[in-house]
């Protein structure tokens, strides 16, 4: 049997250099539809072209395949609550759950300060459930209806929610990636959040004043007229009853609680279809049609909200964009994706490509700065590449681990720079499982929410302006921590 090659560094730069390329080819030909198959086709002949290059590295097929297994197997927890995410909107939105958030929205939040105000009830819920993909699917998707129904533009309403989002799950002790980075690194979990506030508290003041600016600079032209028509409209639609937002209440504390993500959205889902039963029978009754009894009417529409689209047709356009569903199968392009990403990543891993990247990167850094720059890279990297949040942060954290305690640093510098890229820039990455779900479930594409996720896109930047400046950087020195 051949030795297997070590990858020169040219080799492993080929696949990603072919995938960017028709990745942007994609962009200026399909457009908004690049995730309705073509994006998953370049990814895995990406995997093609990286599993060319292993194979003449002397990789066998078989290791390959089993690299493939095992990144796919990463993924698969992600890819069932995805699946169960796209229940729970079908049934929150039969139940008249997410339209009794909108229309109580409508009549508290202002516009000037509905961004604000959406960064800091997805921060909150973020914080308290450790979850930002539960407060995104529930409450963020309550959050975009209520901005499309002031003439918000989506990408900033997005960008508003997963920055709230992404600042609650980094900071919060009940968060899976708060727990990882600092298990990682080998740090104790208090002191990992407590120190990640230097470089986190400056970057979601920013966010909040730039997201305050935004909110009082744009002119909403919004009748309180046409308020009321959509008010009005949302009420002839659903009974509105006040008890139905007891349900996210009850999911939230649920997920307090410490009930794993996927049986705690399967309860949410359940409840759903529980409050539908109670409180719309009317609903079903129309949405299943003339000649049907209410039993049966009622296990069509359920069945139907959690696996496939449902529409509730009102007198208004922009309602009716909000009050529409796909179920599990309005997911299923981006569990592809999620496959697709995974198929690449996993050859990529196997044919020691990324090690090789990698390796190169550890080379560049000498001083604390580049050090900490070097790591966000390499997160960033494998955001990219890896396509998975998880990989972005315990392979980094294992690669750099040595080399940090080499340089006389406190493991929660690790743990915190692994945070700062590897949970953040997750959401920023069409094809990253983060990525590619949050834009399915709030129906903004990736490139479009991008550009306002100000928290994700700053906290990195501050966090190597803070390691270049050697602020507050623990050190060791005898056994003894420093404090700067």
């Known amino acids: 049997m051949n030795k297997i090659k070590s990858p020169k560094l040219y080799q492993a730069f080929i696949p990603i250099i072919f995938l960017i390329g028709f990745l942007s080819l994609n962009v200026i030909i399909f457009k908004e539809n690049t995730l309705s198959g073509a994006n998953q086709i370049v990814l895995l002949l990406s995997a093609a072209v990286a599993g060319l290059i292993s194979i003449r590295l002397n990789v066998s097929y078989n290791k390959l395949l089993s690299s493939i297994n095992k990144s796919i197997s990463i993924a ?3 890819i069932l609550i995805l699946l169960i995410i796209g229940s729970l909107a079908g049934t929150w939105l039969i139940s008249g759950i997410i339209p009794v958030i909108i229309y109580y929205g409508l009549q508290i939040i202002h516009p000037s300060i509905f961004l ?5 009830v997805s921060g909150i819920i973020s914080l308290v459930t450790g979850s930002s993909w539960s407060t995104i699917a529930t409450i963020g998707v309550a ?37 990882l980075a600092s298990a990682v690194a080998g740090t104790d979990l208090f002191t990992h959040i407590r120190y990640m506030v ?28 046409n308020i009321r028509q959509v008010l009005i409209i949302i009420d002839n639609s659903f009974n509105l009853n006040p008890l139905l937002l007891a349900i996210p209440v009850i999911l939230i504390f649920i997920i307090i609680k410490k009930v794993p993500a996927l049986p705690a959205l399967l309860i949410g889902t359940l409840l759903g279809a529980v409050a539908a039963l109670i409180f719309q029978p009317g609903l079903i009754r129309q949405l299943a049609g003339e000649g049907i009894s209410q039993i049966k009417a009622s296990y069509i529409v359920i069945m139907r909200a959690m696996f496939g689209n449902i529409q509730i047709d009102t007198a208004n356009k922009t309602i009716n964009d909000l009050f529409v569903t796909g179920g599990m199968a309005g ?8 496959l697709s990403a995974m198929v690449f990543g996993g050859i990529m891993e196997a044919g020691g490509m990324l090690k090789r990247i990698t390796k190169t990167i ?10 900490i720059a070097s790591t966000i890279t390499t997160c960033i990297f ?103």
Do not use: H
């Open 362 to 371: 550890i080379l560049l850094a000498q001083s604390t700065g580049s050090l």
């Open 143 to 179: 959050l975009l209806g209520i901005g499309k129904t002031l003439g918000i533009n989506d990408g900033l309403v997005a960008g508003a929610i997963i920055s709230g989002a992404y600042f609650g799950d980094k900071m919060s002790p009940l968060s899976d990636t708060t727990n």
């Open 382 to 484: 494998f955001n990219l590449t890896a396509s998975d949040q998880y990989l972005a942060i315990v392979v980094p954290g294992r690669m750099y681990s040595q080399t940090f305690k080499d340089k006389g640093l406190k493991p929660e510098v690790l743990s915190r720079t692994l945070e700062d890229a590897g949970t953040l820039t997750s959401v920023l990455i069409p094809w990253n499982t983060c990525g590619a779900t949050q834009a399915k479930v709030l129906g903004v594409p990736t490139m479009t929410y991008l550009p306002f996720c100000f928290f994700n896109l700053i906290n990195p930047v501050i966090a190597i302006i803070i390691g270049y400046t050697n602020f507050k950087i623990r050190r060791i020195v005898n056994n003894t921590t420093i404090k700067q």
């Open 331 to 338: 997911m299923l392009y981006t569990v592809w994706l999620i």
């Open 76 to 78: 698969i927890p992600s």
């Open 198 to 225: 230097i470089t986190t508290g400056p970057s979601i003041l920013l966010t909040l004043i730039i997201f305050l600016i935004i909110g009082f600079t744009n002119n909403y032209n919004i009748s309180e007229t």
């Open 116 to 120: 604000f105000t959406a960064l800091i």
